[in-house]
């Protein structure tokens, strides 16, 4: 909020995705730990609704700025996140592992996690499925708001929180039904979250479609909603999917790595999209 030039503003919002990255591994990993297969996606999939709910008030940070100033936008969302990092510093907690599992468990290595993952083929594989859907993921959610601006010709103001707040509520259903769904088809079917996250994919191919075709606001908001819904279902179930091989010890540092890649992909593609 205090930047002066694009320059300044380019660094401290790379210095904020820094601090961001920080936090999700830790906290789906985490989950995870408090979690059983049988409860583990849903879990995973309401702590991804908070972050859809915040990408849907982030919508209103273009009507914030338009009433008073982008750097007012900025200064609020910050002040909030300041004051949700001291309750989480005071009530968050790790779980304690028992004495049995204490004594089994050795003393975590960075470089021998590196050598687990990277020699897994099955690592491979969901760091690829991972990435590759974050092209278009990225893609749509950087440049919604723009997109719906443009072809439905109304203002940013209007257009950000319509875009962000569809997208935000579809992908909570997304997340809650995903989750549901996997834990139970799991249970008599150990490729239940595999099959889960494929058919939300699978949703998000027509939505693409729409999205680029659309013109009227009855096509944007229907097709966003299905991508929303799709993609929900997908992020509900990837920390699960990794628990199915990855080891406890190691699974932070393996969605670590699966968000640097899924990050680099939506940077290259939200560049691309821009200068198209």
Sequence with gaps: GYAQNFTQLYWLRALMGVSE???????????????????RSLAVGIHMTGLYMGQALGGFGATIASAFSWKMAFHTFGLIGICYAVVLMLF?????????????????SVTKGFALLFSNISFWIILFYFAVPSLPGWGVKNWLPTLFSQNLQIEMSLAGPLSTITIAASSFMGVILGGILSDRWVQKNIRGRIYTSAIGLSLTIPALLLIGFGDSMFHMVGAVFFFGFG???????????????????????????????GVFAGAFITNLLGKS
């Design 21 to 39: 990255a920080l936090y999700i591994p830790a906290g789906l990993s985490l989950i995870a730990d408090y979690h059983s297969d049988k409860t």
């Design 92 to 108: 968050l907690r790790e779980k304690k592992a028992t004495s049995v599992e204490t004594a089994l468990t050795e003393k975590p």
């Design 231 to 261: 993609y929900g279902m997908f992020d509900a179930n990837n920390m699960p999917i990794l628990c199915q091989f990855v080891e406890a010890k190691y699974r932070a540092t393996a969605y670590g790595l699966m968000n640097m890649t």
